[in-house]
């Protein structure tokens, strides 16, 4: 059959399937010359901090490999971990994403419940901020695998990775061969404009013991979201009792900015291999990224278009700088292994939001109604600079007796300032300061730990594990505050905190394997998130009084009320039973688990009636569920994966009043249900030439987060479809993202300034992109 070419957006779908339909007619034509492995490939991990396969370690666990990453090309962590079982995300755009597991959630704290890992390294630190606890998510171009391991993760990997671990490993120098790669992408977001993405490697031998690698990635997407400004004093007041929202859909517009949400993101990395003789490797790695926006990926949850109206021309510009660098030492002993891994990175983000609504509501004062009176809010910037510095050093046992062991000690230095700068230009005609809000806050965290774990074979299919991590760390903090809000003038308020604590993190695990194709496993582990501190809470002024009968309310009236400055840690216990297995000859695996945690002292966010929000350990959680995950080669060539993970997280006791959060509540931004089913197929043309596709769905069932107040998320799905053909030099793929173009609802966004109850600023997914994916291969 024959394809006419379409210009018209609307048709692209048609085009997709009317070439899916001519380069299948010339596959099922072509000579079947290979054929695909008749078995699944399995992954190669270090989730136990030694080499193994997914199906061979007793840990709940999902590895995908960097061909299959290419395969589905996914150039980010957000859109692999869509399809992957237990995890869950809010996201505010790129490098802005939050991840989660198994129902802890991360909305509360500053702490993530998540570790991030980048080889060796923890990207995620303590997070005093608006935008705190996000990921990094560099390109996962030339990656080797990703690695998510499910359950507290507390012995081996430490704070932050109660809910689990995910480990981005990239591809090591090779110093055998010259190796190198490219790809480019080019596609069209609907309502939006071109998009293009450039990623290269290269791998140099340097001798015979050495090599260099470099990998350099660019991609543009787009803008979705427009900024609307409404005509100078014609912004809409709210109404219903300064409840509901002016309607901005009948105010005369100024100005329209059309895409205002297009980004670039910029990364490269480098590394080198050095082996001075067959015991030891060196290895130094470099990776840098940067992040642009002109605006944010939000739109206004009232009146629900995808766009942000403004009563003033404002931008909202962000970006993100991150450097990072590490030096890795192994050394191999007869009996064991000593691996060091020293690293420092530092971060830089930039944030400029418009608060020109929210104030008017705040204070209740003609920030716009009155073209002579205050004026626009000129300036609501948050500044984040943040750098830690790590060292782990391991001593792991090697061979393959019966006894294995590992010994360890993890320091980290983390330090942040976090400052946030509001002010308005006409504020001294009312206050006698244009300074409404100045607030810096640095931030110290050190911790400490020793840590160590070993298995011992008690019989030829019965394997007994026990680890422990003794655990230090201290967190410090100052707050500077001046302005209207703060102090009522310039005056400058100063406070402080710290919080620390030490404890330990044991797990248990037994694990039975009577043939090679099952093994079933109960684990036992505990895992914390350390405390930390709070930006501080006005009680005094026009909007202070309001957020102290809000204080009032949570603690008591007989309570001395002041802004809660400090929290506590969390922790939880899990215990986990599950099982993996390989079924017909290989073809099938299906691994499943189900587990129960007890969650004690749970950080969450408490969204306050002034428009303010704070931090606070409020009770005790139970958390229940499970996943399975299923792949099944159903003939040569035709993969079926399909996995879902379900959880149940509520609050078990609550120790904040009056806060929405009572004995059952939901824990925020946990979905009870997430799924994905893909289908993947590949088939010989000729020779060389090969024809695959793949469509996919992802689910993700409905959640709670809090702004102003415990707000509802729908649920959502989103499918993707790829086809083309390959070589082993190249592919050319056509590709459709969020084929049925739905506008997903990922998260509520609390503001710099206040939150509101006339509307969320929401991030939205992106629409429909339709594009070609093109890659080449020299070398090996």
């Not at 003609?366 to 750098?387: A, C, I, M, Q, W």
Request: aromatic share 10%; net charge negative.
């Amino acid at each position: 059959m024959t394809c006419r070419a379409m210009r018209d957006k609307d048709h692209c779908l048609t085009l997709i399937v009317c070439c899916l339909a001519f380069i299948g007619s010339v596959s099922s034509a072509g000579a079947a010359e290979s054929q695909p492995a008749d078995t699944l490939q399995e992954v190669v991990v270090t989730a136990e901090k030694r080499e193994s396969t997914v199906q061979n370690t007793p840990i709940s666990l999902t590895a995908v490999s960097g061909d299959e990453i290419q395969e589905r090309g996914i150039a980010d962590f957000v859109t692999l971990a869509e399809s992957i079982p237990g995890v869950s995300m809010h996201s505010n755009g790129p490098g802005q994403t939050e991840f989660e597991m198994r129902g802890m959630s991360s909305t509360g704290g500053n702490s993530p419940t998540v570790g991030f890992y980048f080889e060796d390294t923890p990207l995620t630190g303590p997070a005093l901020t608006t935008n705190g606890k996000v990921v990094l998510d560099p390109s996962l171009y030339d990656l080797n695998r990703v690695e998510v391991l499910r359950g507290p993760q507390g012995t081996l990997y430490g704070s932050g990775s109660m809910g689990g671990t995910i480990k981005l490993i990239p591809n090591a120098p090779n110093p055998q061969a010259f190796d190198a790669s490219t790809q480019f992408t080019a596609g069209d977001t609907d309502a939006a404009g071109f998009d293009h993405a450039e990623n290269g490697m290269i791998n140099i031998p340097i001798g015979s013991n050495a090599a260099l690698r470099l990998v350099a990635s660019h991609a543009y997407d787009s803008g979705w979201i427009d900024r609307i400004v409404i005509a100078n004093g014609a912004f809409p007041t709210e109404t219903d009792a300064r409840l509901t929202r002016g309607n901005v859909l009948d105010a005369p517009v100024a100005q329209k900015y059309d895409g205002v949400n297009d980004s670039n993101v910029t990364g490269a990395r480098a590394s080198i291999l050095w082996k001075p003789s067959e015991q030891v490797s060196i290895t130094p790695t470099f990776l840098y990224q940067r992040i642009e926006q002109n605006g944010l990926n939000d739109i206004d949850s009232n009146p629900g278009t995808l766009a942000h109206y403004q009563p003033f021309d404002f931008a909202e510009p962000f970006s993100d700088d991150f450097h990072l660098g590490s030096l890795n030492i192994s050394y191999h002993f007869d009996s064991f292994d000593i691996t060091s891994t020293t690293s420092y990175w530092n971060d830089n983000l930039f944030l400029n939001e418009d608060a020109s609504e929210q104030w008017q509501w705040a204070l209740d004062l003609p920030f716009y109604t009155d073209k002579g009176g205050l004026g626009v809010t000129s300036t609501n910037l948050e500044n984040d600079r943040s750098n830690q510095t790590t060292e782990e050093l391991r001593v792991t046992s090697s061979g393959t007796g019966p006894l294995r062991w590992l010994l360890g000690y993890f320091y980290q230095d983390f330090e942040q300032t976090f400052g946030i700068d509001i002010a308005a230009p006409g504020g001294a005609t009312l206050f006698g300061t244009p300074n409404l809000f100045t607030d810096s806050q640095p931030t110290k965290v050190i911790q400490n730990s020793f840590f160590g774990e070993a298995s011992y074979q008690l019989t030829s299919t019965l394997r007994f594990t026990a680890g422990l991590r003794r655990y230090y760390y201290d967190s410090s903090f100052q707050a500077t505050e001046s302005g209207v809000v703060a102090t009522g003038s310039n005056a400058i308020s100063h406070s402080s905190g710290f919080e620390g604590s030490q404890g330990l993190n044991p797990k248990v695990d037994l694990s039975f394997q009577p043939t090679s194709d099952l093994l079933v496993y109960a684990t036992a582990a505990k895992g914390f998130r350390p405390g930390g501190g709070n930006t501080p809470i006005p009680t005094s002024g026009t909007v202070g009084a309001v957020c102290e009968a809000n204080l009032q309310a949570n603690f008591g009236t007989n309570a001395f009320v002041a802004s809660p400055l400090t929290f506590g840690p969390d922790d939880v216990w899990s215990y986990e039973l599950g099982e993996k297995a390989k079924m017909l000859g290989g073809r099938v695996s299906l691994n499943t688990g189900v587990y129960f945690e007890n969650w004690a002292r749970v950080q969450q966010t408490i969204p306050i009636p002034c428009g303010y929000a704070y931090q606070a350990n409020a009770g005790d959680a139970h958390v229940y569920g499970g996943e399975v995950e299923l792949q099944a080669l159903l003939t040569t060539g035709l993969l079926l994966s399909a996995s879902t993970g379900y959880s149940h997280a509520t609050l078990a006791s609550a120790t904040i009043l009056d806060a929405g959060l009572d004995l059952g509540s939901r824990l925020e931004n946990v979905p009870e249900w997430t799924s994905s089913v893909s289908l993947a197929y590949r088939h010989p043309i000729t020779g060389d030439l090969g024809f695959l596709a793949r469509i996919q769905d992802d689910f993700v069932g409905s959640r709670t987060d809090a702004t102003y107040a415990i707000n509802q998320l729908p649920s959502y799905n989103l499918a993707y479809l790829r086809t083309g053909v390959e070589t082993k030099r190249w592919s050319a793929i056509l590709f459709a993202k969020n084929l049925f173009n739905k506008s997903a609802y990922l998260n509520n966004i609390n503001q710099i300034s206040v939150n509101l109850p006339t509307y969320n600023r929401v991030s939205v997914s992106q629409p429909l992109t339709i594009g070609i994916d093109l890659s080449y291969r020299f070398g090996r």
